[in-house]
Structure formats: structure tokens, C-alpha cells
């Protein structure tokens, strides 16, 4: 097959104990999914799950050990951290149920929903998209996806962001309001879900800005943990 400009390299995140690595179709994210993350973005309560997408080539692919780089994006200033426990979804599927979800997952990641603040903020006002603020080069940071029997209990796991020294967020992944399995039974309700697909989760309380210079540390118990550093 021709085509008239050069197809882009296929975005992929490394798999630990493996050489292989694992091709990203799509960038699902849950919003406001701590409740806690919740009332302090303004709303309370166990309300619908709701969702965004970002592109797969947002990603910034940390190895496992090695320190990103996260350029300071244009147009802000007030670039959020948002740490997240991402889905790596190995079968995919429509409709599915709670109770099979486990079947459709390869692995777990740690990740960064990174955030225009203020643009998004913005968008919010008018009642437009908020895609420039969640959706812009380089705004999913992920560390090496580890295989979900190597996981541990990722269900009850210590989440948390360190900036520098000073501990920024920190909860279990049992508060998630809805939690992986239930948020893959609604996800796969709105869209098909394929091989390859990534679901961030939802973050906790404590999100707030970085600038460069910084160095974000996120850790998930079981899982590698992800550091990125602003430039």
C-alpha cells in the first residue's frame, strides 16, 4: 500500500519482564473518580461516570528506573499533576459486565493525567470542550506496564505523588468511586473497547501545579513506579 505522507510510528509501552511491548490504540480517562478529588473540584456524591479521550501520542513512555521529560506546555500557567492507576486492556470487548472485566485486562501502569488548569478551567465557563486542557502533547506521562497476575492486589493499593520532597497526593485505590471493573462495564457500554486501549482511572485529592524544574514521582504498590521530570 502507497500513501501520500509517512504513517506514524506505532505508540507502545514497555511490558516489565519482557522485551515486548504494548501497542496503544486509544487514551480513555474517567473524570472526578475520588470522591475526595471530587469536592474539591466543587461537585460531592457518587454521580455517573463521565469521560474524555486524549491521543495516544500524548504519551510520555518513562522506562522502568529512567526519568522522563515532561516539556512545560504552551499557553499556561497552571499545569496540574493528576496521578492515576492506568488500565492496559489485552481483549477487547463491548457491553461487558463487571463481573468479567478481570478477562479483559493485560496489565496495570502508573500514570499522569496532566492538566492545563486554567485553560480547562476556561472552557468549563463557556461550556465548551475542555480538550486543550486535558488533551495536549505530552499530557499522559506512563511508566512500564506491569501483567495483571504480577500486580497484586491493585484494588486495595497505595496510590501517591511526591513533588520534589513533599508529598502532593496520597489514597488507595479502593476509594475510587467507581472502581476498574465497574468504570470497564460502563466505558464498553459508550464505545467498543479494542487490544491496546488505556483507561486512566481517576486521580485523588491533591492535585496542583508543577514548573519547571520539577520532578514528580508517582507510585502504585505492585506496579513500577513513574518519574517525570518538567523542562
Given at each position: 500500500?502507497n ?14 519482564g519482557?522485551?515486548?511491548?504494548f501497542p496503544?490504540?486509544?487514551i480513555?480517562?474517567?473524570g ?5 478529588h471530587?469536592?474539591?473540584?466543587g461537585?460531592t ?5 463521565f469521560?474524555?479521550l486524549?491521543p ?8 522502568g528506573?529512567?526519568?522522563g ?5 504552551s499557553l499556561?500557567k ?7 492507576l ?9 457491553n ?12 496495570y501502569?502508573v500514570?499522569?493525567d496532566?492538566t492545563?488548569?486554567?485553560l480547562q478551567?476556561?472552557?468549563?465557563k463557556q461550556g ?5 486542557g ?6 499522559a506521562?506512563?511508566?512500564?506496564i506491569?501483567?495483571a ?5 491493585i ?7 511526591q513533588?520534589?520532597?513533599?508529598d502532593?497526593?496520597?489514597?488507595n ?5 467507581w472502581n ?17 486501549d ?7 485529592e491533591?492535585?496542583a501545579?508543577v514548573v519547571?524544574g520539577?520532578t514528580?514521582v508517582?507510585r ?9 521530570k518538567v523542562?
Open positions: 500500500m500513501f501520500v505522507v509517512t504513517p506514524p510510528a506505532t505508540v507502545s509501552v514497555p511490558v516489565t519482557t522485551a515486548g511491548r496503544v490504540h486509544r480513555y480517562c474517567v472526578r473518580n475520588y470522591e475526595e471530587a469536592k474539591e473540584m461537585f456524591g457518587r454521580e455517573p461516570p469521560f474524555f486524549k495516544a501520542d500524548a504519551l510520555v513512555v518513562v522506562d528506573g529512567a526519568t521529560t515532561l516539556p512545560y506546555p499556561t497552571n499545569l496540574h499533576h493528576e496521578i492515576e492506568v488500565v492496559a486492556i489485552g481483549t477487547g470487548g463491548k461487558i459486565q463487571a463481573a468479567d472485566a478481570q478477562k479483559h485486562i493485560f496489565g501502569a500514570g499522569l496532566m492545563r488548569r486554567d478551567g476556561e472552557m468549563k465548551r470542550p475542555w480538550c486543550i486535558k488533551a495536549f502533547d505530552h499530557s506521562p506512563i511508566g512500564p506491569t501483567p497476575a504480577q500486580a497484586g492486589d484494588n486495595h493499593a497505595e496510590i501517591s505523588l513533588v520534589g520532597n513533599q502532593r497526593q496520597r489514597s485505590v479502593s476509594k475510587l468511586i476498574v471493573a465497574e468504570t470497564i462495564e460502563h466505558l464498553s457500554a459508550a464505545w467498543e473497547l479494542q487490544p491496546g488505556l483507561i486512566y482511572t481517576g486521580t485523588p491533591g492535585v501545579a519547571a520539577d514528580m508517582g502504585i504498590a505492585g506496579l513500577e513506579p513513574l518519574t517525570v523542562a
